[in-house]
């Protein structure tokens, strides 16, 4: 049905790579920061609270030239990462990744936080009183209860990264085989004459792999609901 | 024995307790807003009083002077809350056995198959929380503190969410615990039949007040 070409396939193979490590590396940023804004007390929450979500509403390009500026050759970070790991991450599929992961961090954190303040403390307190010390009650009570919007947070925030877009471009380019991810290799296409089937059937894929991270993160934010229902009947 | 000799601030409401509770089912009795469940929070060490002492069995839970305040987890108080809390991820199984895994063999009293006899929870193990009725869990709760091996169980307001057909299910289960578990039992309620059925010593619970003797 799909008749994919070789180049197709490298962009939908770089796309995942880029998706899943963007998810791999954000997870714990995004668990760090949700656990914070969902339990923590502190005088400038409404501040992170809102830089949190800058990158869901700046122009991703802004956030790419931002990435650029730190992160490139002469950037402080970029610098460091280079003098340090002899890493570079301008212009390479790791710096695509630095910028899926984020973008696609505000829908991680929105899916925990939201998880996380589901989570009923009473039920904290009760294996507190059972003998079970805060660590334990973590990862046997407020971890396993909300691990569905932890999921759902995730696979969201993947099908974000894989159609990342404007700060990919801006901050490493568009190289085949490297940077060239499904939403720069349809801008490629539509660039060129007779590009228009290529670009149709990567849409299609695009699509469909939001599709599935949609009805995903549906389906594990109903189990979600389940879970934490409160049966005080 | 458990003696309680504390105070604290809620608002501007002061709640103060002196009392003692012996094996058996000593009831906190007095109209909700009294304090009751802040005295038991104290207790359980989930509210912190502002000064005064808790021993059990000689051993300082709470110690204002001395700067001793045992996290919950250390305290070896058995909690039954009033909105059950069971674990909705876990089953019935899973709830009782919670507090039984995270108590050392050596320190255990108790044992998973007799509490289950004594609260003919049997048939129940393998169910979710959800889908018990409210006796049902609220006798899940009570296995659930008892496996604990705890050294004093605390029940604030067992039946007080409980139709009266559900009450009149779970009392004689109280009546066999208060027999056959050597335990001092402290029982929150603001209901005089069931403290009149079910307690051994009353200390009633007035304006933020509980005290068992004049002082």
Same mark, same amino acid.
């Given at each position: 049905?799909?008749?994919?070409?070789?180049?197709?396939?490298?962009? %939908? /193979?770089?796309?995942?790579?880029? *998706?899943?490590?963007?998810?791999?590396?954000?997870?714990?940023?995004?668990?760090?920061?949700?656990?914070?804004?969902?339990?923590?007390?502190?005088?400038?929450?409404?501040?992170?609270?809102?830089? %949190?979500?800058?990158?869901?509403? +700046?122009?991703?390009?802004?956030?790419?030239?931002?990435?650029? +500026?730190?992160?490139?050759?002469?950037?402080?970070?970029?610098?460091?990462?280079?003098?340090?790991?002899?890493?570079?991450?301008?212009?390479?599929?790791?710096?695509?990744?630095?910028?899926? /992961?984020?973008?696609?961090?505000?829908?991680?954190?929105?899916?925990?936080?939201?998880?996380?303040?589901?989570?009923?403390?009473?039920?904290?307190?009760?294996?507190?009183?059972?003998?079970?010390?805060?660590?334990?009650?973590?990862?046997?009570?407020? +971890?396993?209860?909300?691990?569905?919007? #932890?999921?759902? *947070?995730?696979?969201?925030?993947?099908?974000?990264?894989?159609?990342?877009?404007?700060?990919?471009?801006?901050?490493?380019?568009? #190289?085949?085989?490297?940077?060239?991810?499904?939403?720069?290799?349809?801008?490629?296409?539509?660039?060129?004459?007779?590009?228009?089937? /290529?670009?149709?059937?990567?849409? +299609?894929?695009? #699509?469909? %792999?939001?599709?599935?991270? %949609?009805?995903?993160?549906?389906?594990?934010?109903?189990?979600?609901?389940?879970?934490?229902?409160?049966?005080?009947? | 024995?458990?003696?309680?000799?504390?105070?604290?601030?809620?608002?501007?409401?002061?709640?103060?307790?002196?009392?003692? $509770? @012996?094996?058996?089912?000593?009831?906190?009795?007095?109209?909700?807003?009294?304090?009751?469940?802040?005295?038991?929070?104290?207790? $359980?060490?989930?509210?912190?009083?502002?000064?005064?002492?808790?021993?059990? =069995?000689? &051993?300082?839970?709470?110690?204002?002077?001395?700067?001793?305040?045992?996290?919950?987890? =250390?305290? &070896?108080?058995?909690?039954?809350?009033?909105?059950?809390?069971?674990?909705? =991820?876990? !089953?019935?199984?899973?709830?009782?056995?919670?507090?039984? &895994?995270?108590?050392?063999?050596?320190?255990?009293?108790?044992?998973?198959? @007799?509490?289950?006899?004594?609260?003919?929870?049997?048939?129940?193990?393998?169910?979710?929380?959800?889908?018990?009725?409210?006796?049902?869990?609220?006798?899940?709760?009570?296995?659930?503190?008892?496996?604990? !091996?705890?050294?004093?169980?605390?029940?604030?307001?067992?039946?007080?969410?409980?139709?009266?057909?559900?009450? $009149?299910?779970?009392?004689?289960?109280?009546?066999?615990?208060?027999?056959?578990?050597?335990?001092?039992?402290?029982?929150?309620? =603001? @209901?005089?039949?069931?403290?009149?059925?079910?307690?051994?010593?009353?200390? $009633?619970?007035?304006?933020? &007040?509980?005290?068992? !003797?004049?002082?």
């Amino acid at each position: 049905m799909l008749d994919l070409s070789p180049s197709d396939w490298d962009a %939908i /193979a770089l796309s995942l790579k880029v *998706g899943a490590w963007s998810v791999i590396g954000s997870l714990p940023v995004a668990f760090g920061l949700a656990y914070l804004l969902a339990r923590v007390e502190f005088a400038l929450k409404p501040v992170v609270s809102a830089a %949190i979500l800058l990158p869901l509403v +700046l122009p991703p390009v802004v956030v790419g030239y931002m990435l650029l +500026l730190a992160f490139g050759k002469t950037g402080p970070v970029g610098q460091l990462l280079d003098q340090w790991f002899g890493v570079t991450v301008a212009f390479r599929w790791t710096g695509a990744v630095i910028a899926a /992961a984020v973008m696609g961090l505000p829908l991680m954190i929105i899916g925990i936080r939201l998880s996380l303040e589901l989570v009923d403390r009473r039920l904290e307190m009760a294996a507190r009183t059972l003998g079970a010390g805060p660590w334990r009650t973590f990862f046997t009570v407020t +971890l396993p209860l909300s691990l569905p919007g #932890i999921l759902a *947070g995730a696979v969201l925030s993947f099908a974000r990264s894989v159609g990342e877009f404007g700060a990919t471009i801006t901050f490493v380019s568009n #190289i085949p085989g490297d940077t060239r991810t499904i939403p720069m290799a349809i801008h490629t296409s539509l660039q060129m004459p007779g590009g228009n089937e /290529a670009a149709f059937r990567l849409s +299609l894929v695009s #699509i469909a %792999i939001a599709l599935i991270g %949609i009805v995903a993160s549906e389906v594990l934010n109903r189990r979600l609901a389940r879970m934490t229902a409160r049966d005080d009947a | 024995m458990l003696e309680v000799n504390v105070a604290t601030q809620r608002g501007d409401f002061t709640v103060e307790a002196r009392f003692t $509770a @012996d094996v058996g089912i000593t009831a906190l009795f007095g109209p909700s807003g009294a304090g009751k469940t802040s005295i038991l929070g104290m207790i $359980a060490g989930v509210v912190r009083p502002r000064t005064g002492r808790i021993t059990l =069995h000689g &051993r300082p839970l709470f110690d204002a002077a001395a700067g001793i305040d045992l996290a919950p987890e =250390h305290r &070896r108080i058995g909690v039954v809350f009033q909105d059950r809390r069971l674990f909705p =991820h876990l !089953s019935v199984e899973g709830n009782l056995l919670y507090g039984f &895994r995270r108590t050392a063999p050596e320190r255990r009293t108790q044992r998973p198959e @007799d509490i289950v006899a004594l609260l003919e929870l049997g048939a129940l193990l393998k169910r979710r929380p959800a889908s018990l009725s409210g006796g049902e869990q609220q006798r899940v709760a009570i296995g659930r503190a008892l496996l604990m !091996s705890p050294e004093a169980l605390l029940m604030d307001e067992p039946l007080a969410s409980l139709d009266a057909r559900r009450k $009149a299910e779970i009392m004689p289960y109280l009546e066999r615990l208060r027999g056959q578990i050597r335990l001092p039992i402290l029982y929150v309620s =603001h @209901d005089e039949r069931e403290v009149a059925r079910l307690a051994q010593r009353t200390v $009633a619970v007035v304006d933020g &007040r509980a005290f068992d !003797s004049p002082g």
